[in-house]
Each structure stands twice: as structure tokens, then as C-alpha cells.
């Protein structure tokens, strides 16, 4: 069974930064594709950025040029660098992770930008 364990979550204000992490069980070099989305209260999950395990990067129009994902095989860990925080970035973010087909979800993590 997959794991993935999200942290960095919290309160900001705007134009302020966050770093949000994603700890998988397994090697990460394991999934085909890992990412994070966000969901906002009353509104559909949807995509911010995902890493193929080539090492190619798509990102929601929404975030281009302020929000970079990165990975770190030694550490499993998938990460979501978050700059110039926008009071419409509020959300629960998710880490998300396919393998083999699988779709695995974190349990998410709040984001809250306001001042």
C-alpha cells in the first residue's frame, strides 16, 4: 500500500511564500507521474502542477511563473514551491501519485492566504 503524507501547510499572507512536501511510502522514481491539485471549499479538485518521472513539469495557467514542483528521489519526497501567494490560491492542496494505473491521494493539507 501507497502512502503519500503532505506537510508545510498554513497561514500566509499575500505575496508570501510556502513550501508544501509530499513523503511517499516507495521510492518515488516508482510512479509514472506525481502532482499536486488543490480544492477550494465549494469547488472541484483541480490540477496545479505535476512532474513525470522524465522530469517534465505542466502547470495550471493559474500558477505559471509563481509555483515551482520539484522532487528529491533520496528523500521520496515531491515538493510544491509556492511564491507570490494570491488570497485565490486558498485551498486544501493534495499530493497525487500514479503507478501502474493506481491513483493515490495524500489527506491534504490547507493553505489559507489572507491578511
Known amino acids: 500500500q501507497v502512502q503519500l503524507v503532505e506537510s508545510g501547510g498554513g497561514w500566509v499572507q499575500p505575496g508570501g511564500s510556502l513550501r508544501l512536501s509530499c513523503a511517499a511510502s516507495r521510492s518515488i522514481f516508482s510512479f509514472y507521474i506525481m502532482g499536486w491539485y488543490s480544492q477550494a471549499p465549494g469547488k472541484q479538485r483541480e490540477l496545479v502542477a505535476t512532474l513525470t518521472n522524465g522530469g517534465t513539469a505542466n502547470y495550471a495557467d493559474s500558477v505559471k511563473g509563481r509555483f515551482t514542483i520539484s522532487r528529491d528521489d533520496a528523500k521520496n519526497t515531491v515538493y510544491l514551491q509556492m511564491n507570490s501567494l494570491k488570497p485565490e490560491d486558498t485551498a486544501v492542496y493534495y499530493c497525487?501519485?500514479?503507478?501502474?494505473?493506481?491513483?493515490?491521494w495524500g489527506q491534504g493539507t490547507q493553505v489559507t492566504v489572507s491578511s
Open positions: 497525487h501519485a500514479v503507478r501502474l494505473q493506481i491513483h493515490y
